[in-house]
């Protein structure tokens, strides 16, 4: 039958079993189940590639050889091509700069872009409650490193006829 979105799931639980954001919360809880959820209308290689999208940066260091995930691990495994491509698209690379680097080579894969700007959407709502706690990090976040991904994310999805114009707001 091949890879599905339960798959996916299951995959994202086990990659991320342990790791917490900086709050405590269940990294897969709190950042790649939303996602994908929100990712959901656009469909399942969409929502796989949300699930999936951390799995290779947050695992390259494991210390259990047998718990690091790669781009051809992912593919053995029959995770679809498009949505390996878009992990690919969104896995920030050792010592690669945030905005010219990883958000301007993400933006050039349209699932990628896609599930960059949907994060990234989730990222700004997070850092509105984190405001509450910490109001100069929040804006920092914000207007440093959200805002400025999403205009250059928009721009991309704008420009692609083919692909594009699905999330302009």
């Given amino acids: 039958m091949g890879f599905t979105v339960p798959d996916a799931h299951l995959l994202a639980l086990d990659a991320h079993e342990g790791q917490f954001d900086e709050h405590g919360r269940d990294h897969y809880l709190a950042h790649l189940r939303p996602v994908a959820e929100l990712l ?24 259990d050889p047998a718990r690091r995930y ?9 995770v679809p091509e498009v949505v390996v491509e878009a992990v690919d698209a969104v896995t920030p690379r050792p010592g690669e ?18 599930v960059k700007l949907v994060a990234n959407s989730h990222d700004l709502a997070a850092s509105a409650a984190l405001a509450e706690h910490d109001p100069d990090k929040a804006r920092t976040l ?16 704008a420009a692609d006829r083919l692909h594009g114009c699905r999330i302009l707001v």
């Fill in 142 to 157: 914000r207007e440093g490193r959200y805002r400025p991904a999403r205009r250059i994310l928009l721009a991309a999805e």
């Fill in 40 to 63: 959901r209308p656009y469909g399942p290689d969409a929502v796989m590639a949300g699930l999936l999208r951390d799995i290779v940066g947050s695992t390259r260091d494991h210390p």
């Fill in 97 to 114: 700069p945030y905005m010219s680097g990883l958000i301007r080579r993400a933006a050039t894969h349209p699932l990628g872009r896609l």
């Fill in 70 to 78: 790669d781009l051809d691990r992912l593919r053995l495994l029959g």
